[in-house]
């Protein structure tokens, strides 16, 4: 290899450290840094679940009590569009009760069981007196400061609108994070919202 070679070969590869170190260190040289709205160093995963029962406005009233940044809760729709609060769309294992959350109406969900496994750690277990499952406007309206992180649990054109409209009535866009772990999900909820902007 020639000097030449050799002088544009180390050349060429010492700026690409120079320059791949640079970047690494200080991203904003070429990107400016995104407003952050809220920072969440602490998120209550379904309120707080194995401290209360999961999803519950017990849960989370706790939660936010002790501080926690960010409250992260999953939603259905009931057979009458109401969007509840739930993890399970199946109420078997949460109220003994197997029977799915789109099959009733909301007076008609039967209240959680006292006592819960939490499905993320093993031998724990969860409990409470408030049993009730409750409405997304309802957790909306107690706290209305606090961010939330929203999982859509059901791929379901009708809850993702009911979702989005909400968001934009309590006027949450700002503080709200909602999506799920599936790419058609999060596309449809894209759609939701920009188009919910076109239409304003």
Known sequence: ?????????????????VTSFLLLKYPTLLHPRKKQRFLSKHISH??????????????FQHAVTIGTDMLELDC???????VVVSH??????STGVNVNI???KYCELPPYL?????????ACQCEGKDNRIPLLKEVF??????????DIKVNNNVLIKKVSELVKQYRREHITVWGNASYEIVEKCYREVSFGNDRE
Do not use: C, W
Not at 1 to 17: H, K, N, V
Not at 88 to 93: A, I, P, S, T, V
Not at 142 to 148: D, G, L, S, V
């Open 1 to 17: 290899m020639s000097s030449t070679a050799a002088f544009y070969l180390l050349s060429t590869l010492g700026g690409y450290l």
């Open 141 to 150: 309206e107690a706290f209305p400061n606090t961010p939330i992180n929203i």
């Open 114 to 122: 006292g006592k819960l496994d939490v499905t993320f750690q093993r």
């Open 46 to 59: 379904r309120g707080g679940a194995g401290e209360n029962l999961e999803n519950t406005m017990a849960a």
């Open 88 to 93: 399970d769309e199946n109420l078997k294992r």
């Open 76 to 82: 259905h729709i009931t057979k009458d569009e109401q």
């Open 102 to 104: 789109s099959d009733l």
